[in-house]
């Protein structure tokens, strides 16, 4: 498997820290596009009232952004939103 992970820089949005591409293709050469955005704003399984505003917020955008983040990458398979605290786990923040 092989696996590319990319920062998209040019995404501004109040709420978002970093935006990431992370690609992998296979021996199918089967590809995977997967955009993570690590939010400029701390949530979970129980969030204040400011975080869900935040968040709430972030999602009545995402539409857009996915348009225009596609225009540059294609299609993405999928949109991973992720706290804006120390990411670890994930191969495109490692």
Known sequence: MITFNT????IR???IKS???WQSADQTKKQKK??????AFN????????A???LMDLLIDLKKLQRDIER??????????RPGKAIHG?????
């Open 72 to 81: 540059y990458t294609g299609k993405l398979d999928c949109i991973d939103i």
């Open 43 to 50: 949530f979970g399984k129980t969030m204040s009232k400011e």
């Open 7 to 10: 920062e998209i820089k040019n």
């Open 52 to 54: 869900e505003d935040k």
């Open 90 to 94: 994930h191969p495109a923040f490692s």
């Open 34 to 39: 997967v955009l993570i955005i690590e939010a």
């Open 13 to 15: 949005h109040p709420y």
């Open 19 to 21: 935006v990431r591409l």
